[in-house]
């Protein structure tokens, strides 16, 4: 047993770090009713990397996270300037065009690119369970960071999220601070992705969210029913990976998919007339 969490501590910490920041910027993903903004900017962040490693640059070097993080700060600026109700048009749809045209770029680069097919499996499964300790610690201070800013600034990240017009109404630039709120996020975004791959970091932003927002309004208890489910997602999976040797990031997100269904279910028969 000792041996088991000898080798699942550092993937565990790491996925520690990632429920945090991730599960707190769910909640204002669901709120703007931008489901698919994260992975989005995940697929973006995995354009990037993949441009970077076409260029000759290795995987998870200092220049292959610059080119993700370049390509997401372009999809932060495109997302932040086209929220507005006057095109008539749904920013959703404009956020699932752009992950569908960066899709079909990213294949393109990777047939352009020597194994290029694998480093493909390698951004959308990731290797959480190979992850080390120094990886760990930047992932923990880039993620400190964006936490840090967005709660000194909390008042105004939530009054975008919740109410847009009323924060319009009271003065709010609400451009200048929906880029902030993507650039911060595209930033956690790129070192999420760069070790747990884009379908752990969808997963990872929104099943915890949903739990959360259907059990609670107030923010604080949301925050913490995000980091349970999260959390005990990353451990069940994490033990699974190790136990039947299943990939590590396949394996969290089947778990958080089983914990949202028993969710439901449990729901469901709560709300049974008696």
Known sequence: MLEVLQF???????????????????????????????????????????????????????????????????????FSFTRTKESGVPQEALIGITYVVTSAATIIVADLAPEGAEHIKDLLAGSIVWVTWRSVARILVVCAAVGLFHYLFRRRFLAISESPEKARAAGVGLKRWDFLFYISFGLVITVAVEVAGVLMVFAYLVAPAIVALASSSRWRVRLLIAWVVGGAASAIGLLASYRWDYPSGPAIVCALGLLLLAFGAWRGFARRPR
């Not at 709120?31 to 989005?40: H, P, S, Y």
């Not at 973006?44 to 370049?70: D, K, T």
């Open 8 to 78: 699942l501590a550092a993937p565990f910490a790491a996925c520690a770090v990632l429920v945090a920041i991730l599960g707190y910027l769910g909640l204002h993903v669901l709120e703007r009713e931008i489901i698919f903004v994260d992975l989005a900017l995940a697929q973006i962040a995995a354009f990037g990397a993949l441009v970077g490693f076409l260029f000759g640059h290795e995987p998870h070097s200092v220049a292959s996270l610059g080119y993700a993080l370049a390509s997401t700060a372009a999809g932060a600026a495109i």
